[in-house]
């Protein structure tokens, strides 16, 4: 069973750094949190990289590719922090301690 979890957390791992590498996620530069962009037609001719890591995912880059998207679709389109103004009131605070 131990080796089980490992399998799965080693693929959420390898589907995570393809999503990032492909530029399905993306990190915001002011508070980390993940973020996605609109699925579209992301350069996945990079994926070539994983293939000792293929045998995860029944030997395809396809199903690899399939889990960054799944993946990549658990995230909202922006970074959560600066939708709801966090980040805004975080700049204005640093900006007005510099004056």
Do not use: K, M, W
């Given at each position: 069973m131990a080796q089980q979890v490992d399998t799965d957390r080693l693929m959420r791992i390898v589907a995570e750094h393809v999503a990032f590498e492909t530029g399905l996620l993306f990190e915001c530069p002011l508070h980390g949190e993940r973020y996605r962009r609109p699925l579209g037609n992301a350069e996945l001719a990079r994926t070539s990289s994983y293939a000792p890591l293929l045998?995860?995912?029944?030997?395809?880059?396809?199903?690899?590719?399939?889990?960054?998207?799944?993946?990549?679709?658990?995230?909202?389109?922006?970074?959560?922090?600066?939708?709801?103004?966090?980040?805004?009131?975080?700049?204005?605070?640093?900006?007005r301690s510099i004056m």
């Open positions: 045998p995860l995912f029944r030997d395809s880059a396809e199903e690899l590719i399939a889990a960054a998207r799944t993946l990549a679709a658990c995230y909202g389109c922006e970074c959560t922090h600066c939708v709801s103004g966090v980040g805004q009131t975080r700049r204005r605070s640093q900006e």
